[in-house]
């Protein structure tokens, strides 16, 4: 299976977000884990991993996640 480059998906979806072309974002990836790192290297995301709809709603209210 060929990679590729989640770091610069996860940072161009990051800063879609923070220059506001995009109001929230989603990423997906197989873990979640490593696309969430790439995107909150960029300032003014807060990237959570999420499982469900509860944890997305959670994340969101209470953390004020944008991706």
């Not at 790439?38 to 499982?51: E, L, Q, S, T």
């Amino acid at each position: 299976m060929d990679g590729d480059d989640y770091p610069e998906f996860g940072f161009n979806l990051g800063e879609a977000v923070n220059k506001h072309e995009v109001e929230k974002g989603i990423a997906i990836c197989g873990s979640g884990i490593g696309i969430s790192i790439a995107c909150n290297k960029v300032k003014k995301v807060r990237c959570a991993k999420v499982n469900n709809v509860r944890e997305v709603k959670w994340a969101c209210n209470d953390n004020d996640a944008n991706i």
